[in-house]
């Protein structure tokens, strides 16, 4: 019985022990690039709305230039952090190449991939605080 009980807690340490996953506070630099993407979507879905390629391109521009530190902050801290963010520099910058190309499908399907990546990654790895503030987790 004795022998039992040890196995069994040797086990429970060992299982709690493979992945703690802690919520953090995101460090300035992501914090601000996230703000930057998020103040660009009002105006990227009424350029695309209205069909306004000049605007687009705008935009994308400003999801491209803050893509780089979030894919920093995920490498090597979450593969599926990453895999998001790359997805999400990909659309933005195929967005981009639709709109000087003044393909109107082509910003649509790309800027809707850009919004369902982005909540992807947040759905997965954001939490709400009582604050209205974010942690990643």
Known sequence: MRRTLIVVVIGIVGGLSLKVTTAEKAPD????????MAAAMPGLNAAVKETDFAAVITQATVLIDAMPVVQSYWTG??????????AAAKAAADLRVAAALM?????????????????QCHAAHR????????QIK
Not at 77 to 86: F, I, M, P, R, Y
């Open 77 to 86: 801290k979450d593969t599926d952090g990453l895999k998001l963010a790359n």
């Open 29 to 36: 630099a992501y914090v601000a690039a996230m703000k930057s």
């Open 103 to 119: 393909s109107g499908d082509g910003i649509e399907y790309s800027a809707k991939e850009v919004t369902e990546l982005c909540g």
């Open 127 to 134: 939490e709400r605080l009582a604050d209205g503030s974010f």
